[in-house]
T-cell receptor
């Protein structure tokens, strides 16, 4: 099955700096790669996603890049602000049919980002 | 507010006991997913239901079971509880059954097994 590795597990940056979180996946059939942000005491929330037919996607201060050959994708946050402090999860999913079960969304273990004012 | 409601928010129980966690999906969402979040394992997929039928199974123990009712709410039953079952259990819902798409998570049910 799919395995998603995420690094680093913790990341501390100064306000205004950039933050980069990297993930690798194992299943070459995976074709959907979302990123979720989890604030303290809340459930994860989708912040950006990318599909395998696209190499890069931007939404204001956040961007995601995908390298299908190397099976890795990254989240880039520019001009970080204290409200960006949270746990970020990458995930991978295939919509292929595995013996009757559809591909599931498999998450990395998360990165705790701290942005210091 | 994601629109997904989970109850109870906190639950403390003893080893060997059984508990039921409840989830009401967003209005119109047919798929419900259950995830377990522990400190060292991140978000682990347990099981998915679509319109009342089990659609996919992940790392769900035999002591755990779930179901989705005709009104689309779902329950996760955890029995013969062990200390290691202490975790945050999330329910999520989505519009599609198996296609890739956004999951909307509830705020979770924190289970503590003493």
């Amino acid at each position: 099955g799919e395995n998603v590795e995420q690094h680093p597990s913790t990341l501390s940056v100064q306000e205004g700096d950039s933050a980069v979180i990297k993930c690798t996946y194992s299943d070459s059939a995976s074709n959907y790669f979302p990123w979720y942000k989890q604030e303290l005491g809340k459930g994860p929330q989708l912040i950006i996603d990318i599909r395998s037919n696209v190499g890069e996607k931007k939404d204001q201060r956040i961007a995601v890049t995908l390298n299908k050959t190397a099976k890795h994708f990254s989240l880039h946050i520019t001009e970080t602000q204290p409200e960006d402090s949270a746990v970020y999860f990458c995930a991978a999913q295939s919509d292929m049919n595995y013996g009757g079960s559809q591909g599931n969304l498999i998450f990395g273990k998360g990165t705790k980002l701290s942005v210091k004012p | 507010d994601s629109g997904v409601t989970q109850t109870p928010k906190h639950l403390i129980t003893a080893t060997g006991q059984r508990v039921t966690l409840r989830c009401s999906p967003r209005s119109g969402d047919l798929s419900v997913y259950w995830y377990q979040q522990s400190l060292d394992q991140g978000l682990q997929f347990l099981i998915q239901y679509y319109n009342g039928e089990e659609r996919a199974k992940g790392n769900i123990l035999e002591r755990f079971s779930a179901q989705q009712f005709p009104d689309l709410h779902s329950e996760l039953n955890l029995s013969s509880l062990e200390l290691g079952d202490s975790a945050l259990y999330f329910c999520a819902s989505s519009v599609w059954g198996s296609d890739t798409g956004e999951l909307f998570f509830g705020e979770g049910s924190r289970l503590t097994v003493l």
